[in-house]
């Protein structure tokens, strides 16, 4: 399974995006799928995670209530909603995927990923 995250850019503070997250050579409906983001000199940091069955999502607390994890079976996509943006979300946004069906926000645990997509939020 390959992964590619897009829709990243630059958005003024308090303003919205929508990253997405497509899936290729396989499908990827039973895994748990994740957002993680790395902002300059920082480690991968989880965002948030939906399990297999979309029954389940987890936060970040810096990111709850703001952010909102989904995905499209159909279309193999998941996204991120992120609203109310602030100058600490600016890092680089990568979806991940893991075949455990266990949720976990470890990166570690992560089995595929895909490249980072750029979001800065001006202040």
């Known amino acids: 399974v390959q992964l590619q995250a897009f829709g990243g850019g630059l958005v003024q503070a308090g303003g919205s995006l929508r990253l997405s997250c497509a899936a290729s050579g396989g499908t990827y409906g039973s895994y748990v799928m994740g957002w993680f983001r790395q902002a300059p000199g920082k480690g991968r940091e989880f965002v948030a995670a939906?399990?297999?069955?979309?029954?389940?999502?987890s936060y970040a607390d810096s990111v709850k209530g703001r952010f909102t994890i989904s995905r499209d079976g159909a279309k193999n996509t998941v996204s991120l909603q992120m609203n109310g943006q602030k100058p600490e979300d600016t890092a680089v946004y990568y979806c991940a995927g893991r075949r455990i069906f266990t949720m976990t926000t470890n990166a570690d645990n992560y089995d595929y990923w895909g490249r980072g997509t750029q979001v800065t939020v001006s202040s």
């Open positions: 939906i399990s297999w069955n979309d029954a389940f999502a």
